[in-house]
């Protein structure tokens, strides 16, 4: 309820009588939309008690308004304003003055470059191809609903309530731990482990404690493009090593920390962003070596670990010997989906201490909640489940894809099917500009939200990530078809 | 399934036999840490063919084992790690080398100051009063429980996954922007609202896009820690203006105004903290007049507005008129309590768009499914019933606090009972130093994880925040007791 007091005020020396105020400022209330249609307003012998009148001097004031339709009387509900408003835009709340909101402010403020423009045109009836994000319907919602209700039981309530890790709550990071043990060969124990809202805050958090303005950074051509904007943010000079067919090209790499003062490395070394592309054995032990001799801070992304369709003998670079240089950060969010946020980064304990110190300025307690709801999953073996489940169904649609991407468009696109992960990277032929054939496209009811496309008029290449995980067969077969269509017409 | 093949290396020009270089190797494994108690290892056909071996060699290494017990074999399930293993610290991952991770990185970076001690030796018997924080039992666990189960449905999970709104979910928004204006006055659209992971993210993103190394931050003294810790972070240099009973010294501010070029001002208006006064109507006065006059930007926290035991006259800053200088914040944490952080900024248009830019670095995709969850709770009314119940209960408890301090304690201690909020502000007398209150309390079972104690060696006041709201009536009478007879130990 509005504190009425403060907002109705009484003239006492004036000549228009007291109930008349009242009704017009209560008017003027409801036409600014502070008093939205359908509202709860108070009885008059609580309105009266608060503004020190008399009863009837409210009663008449209602009566007014009863009368102009602006209120109504509900019986055992009592006032309300009237449901069907003689104002003009009830929900916009327009007034006459220009609201202190609606302004600019006065002050100066960093604006920050548009980073990117997202797909705003999108219909409910579009077939949307993502940038490689999960199948949402294999998530064990029942399981999962389940855990949320005993997370909401009062005593597991109050623990999560008095308790204050500041690296994440230790049951989660405990369940995690034997997780990336297990999974990655990891060699960690809770001490190295923190968690965060998805691995951008893990990328956000390393580098704001690595990076000075100024500082060279060297990333791959192409790289994540959010991993690169997070360090020209802090004012990086990036420095861009080529990736080819068996990921990061070392050589260059060695012969650049030769040449400069470089502050830190950022590698995806299993399943590229965006090339999908996985580092070969021979570069992962050069790679480790110069780590060593440099004594490089690196980041090594690896958001796609748990998704790999055959046997793959790639452990992460950092389950190898690094001399605790690597900062290895990943996400359950390609495993849960992208509602999930869940972050974590792996580094000496060291570092781990100030970036928790990091984490608790810019989000002071974390996401307890859902750590607890997850560390459940883990515990009872339902991530592990899902993840092979994922695997198999992701599995059959990269192949299905790919046999009819080949066969529909050899000659349009190439690609080079993954052994994991949950998108291709279609680099189209020159002659066939992306722009065009995803304008061409969209009409007929196909929409691309991946990587590259989002980089707007920032994209390097004529290629774009095209992510099958979400979609079902038909619908990869659909979204070729339309993309067969669509390049007929530009031929 | 660990990756086999990379862990395992065969040298056949050795005269050890092959199937006890296995065997060897799986031992290290074990005793690594890297294979737990209880994990599954391949058949003895999958590491033949992973291996390139005859099937007979791995039966030989698998035999060798389980004479040893490093292994077992379990019908249907195939061969476990043993469950009791002859290792020394099967879970400590104690190696023979020294893992990558229990290293100092060699690279250079930012160890931030200590931020907080936190308590450490609380144990499950103690009593512990908080800072200020809800009592958990009160929220709606079912209706939750029911909105969470809603979310995981396959529908609402895709709808959730393929959207991406900025500045946070939309329906979250506009249930937000209809509470927000209905219960503090305030004329805002969605588009002058960005959600965040707690107040503290949305004070960490204001401050970023505003104070650059060097700029004067004027905050109350005292104020709230953590907003200070981040102004610091910053680089700004903070400059205090004292908080007496009518809120802060807006005189002292408009002299400092006149002579300092200020970047930002940090009020609590509402319930400061940690004081708990309210800032009088003449007070709010002059400080817009100031805001316009200056054209300041202004970090409006109203972290307390829902919790008012009694009718209370104040709407926030951000309703008056402000010219577009106060960016108002806001979180539903202190409703629901601290396990779900749900922050809020609202600013004019431009600036909300600046700040959606900078939490995307940081939080890219933000938390929709707690706030689609969350916006359930707004549109059926619970969270505005939530409020009423905590404030009718919390009313009680703080004058039953208040009582019980006065006839107990009004000899050692001073405060003055507050209209509303969570805590108490107890300004013990020079005599009794906090510090040995609160050692003599400790040992008979109360602790206090409140502001001051938790800023260590930086607090300033003899003086604590003690939090009632999450305690009955009977645990605020014992926590009085032991209170007293620490100061009777005392004196």
Redo the contacts between chains.
């Keep these: 309820m509005?504190?009425y007091?403060?907002?109705l005020f009484i003239d006492k020396s004036s000549h228009v009588a007291v109930f008349k105020q009242i009704a017009a400022q209560l008017i003027k209330l409801i036409q600014?939309?502070?008093l939205?249609p359908g509202?709860g307003i108070p009885s008059t012998r609580s309105l009266a008690f608060?503004l020190d009148l008399h009863r009837k001097t409210a009663v008449a004031a209602y009566e007014l308004l009863i009368a102009e339709d602006w209120i109504i009387s509900v019986p055992r509900k009592g006032y309300l304003v009237s449901p069907q408003l003689p104002v003009v835009k009830p929900r916009?709340?327009n007034?006459n003055r220009k609201?202190?909101?609606?302004?600019?402010?006065?002050?100066?403020?960093?604006?920050?470059q548009?980073?990117i423009s997202?797909l705003s045109n999108?219909l409910k009836t579009d077939l949307?191809i993502?940038d490689g994000?999960p199948d949402?319907?294999l998530?064990p919602?029942g399981a999962?609903?389940n855990l949320?209700?005993r997370a909401?039981?009062?005593h597991a309530?109050?623990s999560?309530?008095?308790g204050?890790?500041?690296k994440g709550s230790p049951d989660f990071r405990t369940a995690l731990c034997?997780f990336l043990?297990?999974?990655r060969?990891?060699?960690?124990?809770m001490e190295?482990l923190l968690t965060t809202?998805?691995a951008?805050?893990a990328i956000?958090v390393a580098a704001?404690?690595?990076i000075k303005p100024g500082d060279k950074v060297i990333v791959s051509e192409p790289s994540y493009f959010?991993a690169n904007?997070?360090f020209e943010?802090f004012g990086a000079e990036l420095i861009r090593v080529p990736v080819d067919d068996h990921g990061m090209c070392t050589d260059t790499l060695e012969d650049l920390l030769s040449k400069h003062r470089v502050?830190l490395l950022y590698v995806i070394p299993h399943h590229h962003h965006p090339t999908t592309v996985t580092m070969s054995k021979e570069r992962r032990t050069h790679l480790l070596r110069l780590i060593k001799a440099y004594?490089?801070?690196v980041i090594e992304d690896d958001y796609d670990y748990d998704f790999q369709f055959q046997?793959?003998?790639?452990?992460p670079l950092?389950s190898?010997?690094?001399?605790?240089?690597?900062i290895y950060i990943g996400s359950l969010t390609k495993v849960l989906?992208?509602?999930?946020?869940l972050g974590y980064m792996?580094?000496?304990?060291?570092?781990i201490?100030?970036a928790a110190?990091?984490r608790?300025?810019?989000?002071?307690?974390?996401?307890?909640?859902?750590e607890?709801v997850v560390s459940g999953l883990v515990e009872n073996g339902d991530l592990t489940r899902l993840i092979q489940k994922a695997n198999k169904l992701y599995r059959g649609r990269c192949h299905h894809l790919s046999d009819i991407l080949s066969s529909e468009l050899g000659d349009a696109l190439k690609f080079t099917r993954p052994g994991g992960g949950m998108a291709l990277w279609l680099k189209f032929k020159a002659d066939l500009p992306l722009a065009k054939v995803i304008g061409k496209a969209a009409p007929m009811g196909l929409k691309f939200t991946g990587s590259v496309y989002a980089e707007g008029s920032r994209a390097k290449y004529n290629a774009l990530r095209f992510g099958f995980a979400?979609q079902e067969e038909k619908q990869l077969e659909q979204a070729v078809e339309i993309l067969r269509l669509s390049i007929n017409k530009l031929r």
């Design positions: 509005l504190p007091k403060n907002l600014e939309g502070k939205l509202t608060d916009s709340f007034t609201a202190a909101y609606e302004t600019e402010p006065g002050f100066q403020f960093d604006q920050l548009d980073i997202p999108v949307v993502d994000f949402i319907s998530l919602a999962m609903s949320y209700k909401l039981d009062e309530l109050k999560m309530a008095s204050w890790d500041m034997g043990n297990q999974t060969g990891l060699d960690i124990r190295n809202r998805g951008q805050m956000f704001s404690l690595i959010f904007t997070i943010h502050k004594q490089l801070a046997y793959d003998p790639y452990l950092a190898g010997d690094h001399e605790g240089n690597i989906g992208t509602p999930f946020r792996v580094a000496p304990e060291k570092f201490h100030a110190k990091k608790m300025l810019i989000d002071l307690r974390g996401d307890v909640f859902t607890q979400s």
